[in-house]
């Protein structure tokens, strides 16, 4: 089994590809060399986000960020936006002093106009040993940014990742999670588990709770990392558009590292913005393509018996998805969705290219 990914491509046409450089609310003409990941690392806090058409929600982001008792050392926003909407609305933020000590913006098209790219690029801009992802669509609860990095702080002998809790998703496991226990797509409802047959346990099961919880991956709407571990690791550029899956795979290679933790005082809200996202047939086919491409490259001690589990757990899952239909409302999303999930599997069994269709 091959743990590696393609090599990253965020050197590739830098300079042409970087559309525009503010830093501290100013324009530099002059677009800068990318750092040197050999450098090294202070103790800090970066904090990341990388936006794509979602101006109102990555300016809500930001009227939260001033609210924290933890001011970040850098802030970068990688922006790959086709317009300049979101770029026009960041350069003339009233309080851009207020986000953190030095505050970096990029729009970028081209080689890193995905999100495993974009993200590879903004670590490329991270000189503390600290750095955290959020969501453009992300709203930050008191104390979410130290209550994160504390947990690193006190346990940074084992810890390489954290996430901050969810609390806008907190809820119980609906009738479809119930239904795939039942049938046993998933062995059990353990929140932030990977099973065996591919399918991970969301979070956002997980009660409220003032502790820190272990679990094997990390949510990609807010997650930190310990830097100089993936500087080394990195996202997954094979992974491309909206890169449904680059959070699980992500923290599969990282879990390798040490361990991940969710922290239980660490608040925010995720509140979905539908901008920027492909059609429901374009996440379906991506969203099973990248978790098969995780599932042979990522499960510890993968068998012939796991492929089945995981043929057996997604297959079942699209049929559970298609008795949809019988609920009114959405009908052709979720048709899109079956579709885009069948497509895949019409592609594994003909050996065709698993390349995304359009639809």
């Given at each position: 089994m091959?743990?590696?990914?393609?090599e990253?491509r965020?050197?590739?046409?830098?300079?042409?590809?970087?559309?525009?450089?503010?830093?501290?609310g100013?324009?530099?003409?002059d677009?800068?060399e990318?750092?040197?990941?050999?450098?090294?690392?202070?103790?800090?806090?970066?904090?990341?986000i990388?936006?794509?058409?979602?101006p109102?929600?990555?300016?809500r982001?930001?009227?939260s960020l001033?609210?924290?008792?933890?001011?970040?050392?850098?802030?970068?926003?990688?922006?790959?936006?086709?317009?300049?909407?979101?770029?026009?609305?960041?350069?003339?933020?009233?309080?851009?002093?207020d986000l953190?000590?030095?505050?970096?913006y990029f729009?970028?098209?081209?080689?890193?106009?995905?999100l495993?790219?974009?993200?590879?690029f903004?670590i490329?801009?991270?000189?503390?040993?600290?750095?955290v992802?959020?969501d453009d669509?992300?709203?930050?609860?008191?104390?979410c940014?130290?209550?994160?990095?504390?947990?690193?702080?006190?346990?940074?002998?084992?810890v390489v990742?954290?996430?901050?809790?969810?609390?806008?998703?907190?809820?119980?496991?609906?009738?479809?999670w119930?239904?795939?226990?039942l049938?046993?797509?998933?062995?059990?409802?353990?929140?932030?588990?990977y099973?065996r047959?591919?399918?991970?346990?969301p979070?956002?099961?997980?009660?409220?709770?003032?502790s820190?919880v272990?679990?094997?991956?990390?949510?990609g709407?807010?997650m930190?990392?310990?830097?100089?571990?993936i500087?080394?690791?990195?996202?997954?550029?094979?992974?491309?558009?909206h890169s449904?899956?680059?959070d699980?795979d992500?923290?599969?290679?990282?879990?390798?590292?040490?361990k991940?933790?969710?922290?239980?005082?660490a608040h925010v809200?995720?509140?979905?913005?539908?901008?920027?996202?492909p059609n429901s047939?374009?996440?379906?086919?991506a969203?099973?393509?990248?978790a098969?491409?995780?599932?042979?490259?990522?499960?510890?001690n993968r068998?012939?018996?796991?492929?089945?589990?995981f043929?057996y757990a997604?297959?079942?899952?699209?049929?559970?998805?298609s008795?949809t239909?019988?609920?009114?409302?959405?009908?052709?999303r979720?048709?899109?969705?079956v579709?885009?999930?069948t497509?895949f599997?019409?592609?594994?069994?003909?050996?065709r290219?698993?390349k995304?269709?359009?639809g």
């Amino acid at each position: 089994m091959s743990a590696s990914v393609t090599e990253p491509r965020v050197d590739a046409r830098h300079q042409e590809d970087v559309l525009t450089f503010i830093r501290n609310g100013v324009r530099v003409q002059d677009i800068p060399e990318l750092p040197d990941e050999s450098a090294p690392l202070r103790q800090g806090l970066t904090v990341c986000i990388c936006t794509f058409k979602r101006p109102d929600s990555c300016i809500r982001f930001l009227d939260s960020l001033p609210q924290q008792d933890l001011k970040p050392d850098r802030l970068v926003i990688v922006d790959a936006s086709p317009g300049d909407e979101t770029e026009q609305r960041i350069a003339s933020y009233p309080r851009l002093a207020d986000l953190a000590h030095e505050v970096c913006y990029f729009r970028v098209r081209g080689a890193f106009q995905t999100l495993t790219c974009s993200r590879n690029f903004a670590i490329r801009w991270v000189e503390t040993d600290l750095l955290v992802f959020f969501d453009d669509d992300i709203v930050l609860q008191p104390r979410c940014l130290s209550e994160m990095a504390q947990v690193y702080r006190d346990n940074q002998d084992q810890v390489v990742g954290v996430n901050a809790h969810d609390q806008q998703g907190v809820k119980s496991p609906p009738l479809l999670w119930r239904v795939r226990r039942l049938f046993r797509i998933v062995p059990h409802l353990k929140p932030g588990t990977y099973t065996r047959g591919g399918i991970s346990v969301p979070w956002v099961f997980q009660p409220p709770t003032e502790s820190v919880v272990q679990g094997d991956w990390l949510s990609g709407c807010a997650m930190m990392w310990k830097t100089s571990v993936i500087r080394e690791v990195k996202f997954n550029e094979n992974f491309g558009g909206h890169s449904t899956g680059e959070d699980l795979d992500i923290s599969l290679r990282m879990a390798r590292h040490g361990k991940l933790m969710m922290a239980g005082k660490a608040h925010v809200l995720h509140l979905p913005d539908k901008a920027g996202r492909p059609n429901s047939f374009a996440i379906a086919y991506a969203g099973i393509q990248n978790a098969y491409d995780i599932h042979q490259r990522c499960l510890e001690n993968r068998t012939f018996l796991d492929t089945l589990r995981f043929i057996y757990a997604f297959g079942l899952d699209t049929v559970l998805r298609s008795l949809t239909f019988v609920r009114p409302g959405q009908m052709k999303r979720r048709w899109n969705f079956v579709r885009g999930r069948t497509m895949f599997f019409v592609d594994r069994f003909l050996r065709r290219d698993s390349k995304l269709k359009s639809g």
